[in-house]
């Protein structure tokens, strides 16, 4: 099914541009349905567009020569992508491709870099994106280093919660242990544990967040840095901890 057409002020550094910035800006846009599996650019390809979404998450995946391949970073309606292309790289390194569909605008890499000549806030929230998701890269790998992979799974699904309205994600488990570097049978124990202190529902295809508090307790420092970091040089990004009904069973001491 087709994604339904979303302004691109849904896009929150689209939105964030002051009104002749953004129309400047919005002339050049092209909408576009982000699909899952759609690669935006592939590792080590020329970037032809960067890619706003209002909606979906897309991956930024690091591949070796070998061809192992790990997450290093998400975004979704937050930011841009490639990252790359707001440098004029010219090159993406990584692979960025969708994982949970969406709908999006894109820009010509060109166009991009002629108007961030122009378009003073534009360009300053672009390179604050990039900032950003650099930060949260770099947590990442703390994180694969450090914590356990419940805490990163706890840790994903809310980045991923923080990107989507509602709190359905059509994730697989498959894609959970490629974003992780996991095997999947790591993954679903984990899923198995989550769900037993109900901060989740696990069903085929489907992770439901049923206790936003209990998982970012559960997440401890695993979940926040780059949160923060987001917050204080852009705007809002978090959902709120309070909202859902169901009370999570006491975690054992």
Known sequence: ?????????????LGLLPEDEYTAVVAHLEPCAIPRGHIIVPADAVIEH??????????????????NRVEAGLFGRDGFAP???????????????????????RLRQTTLLDLMKTQPVFASLLHKAVHVLATQAGFTALSNAVHEID??????????????????????????ALMLAVRRPSVTT????????RFIRSVRGLVIVRDRAGLEDFAS?????????YERLIGPLRKSRRGLTEIASPQPA
């Open 221 to 229: 420092d695993a979940y926040g840095k780059a949160e923060d970091e």
């Open 151 to 176: 805490e990163r799974l706890a840790r994903w699904i809310l980045m991923c919660h923080d990107r989507i309205d509602g709190n359905e994600l059509a994730l697989t488990h498959e894609y959970i």
């Open 50 to 67: 960067a890619y706003f979404p209002c909606s979906g998450i897309g991956s930024v995946i690091n591949i070796s020569p070998e061809g």
């Open 1 to 13: 099914m087709a994604e339904t057409m979303m302004r691109p002020t849904e896009n929150r550094l």
């Open 83 to 105: 990252v790359a292309a707001a440098i004029g790289a010219g090159i993406s390194v990584p692979e960025v491709t969708v994982q949970v569909p969406g709908f999006a605008y």
């Open 190 to 197: 984990a899923l198995h544990l989550l769900e037993g202190y």
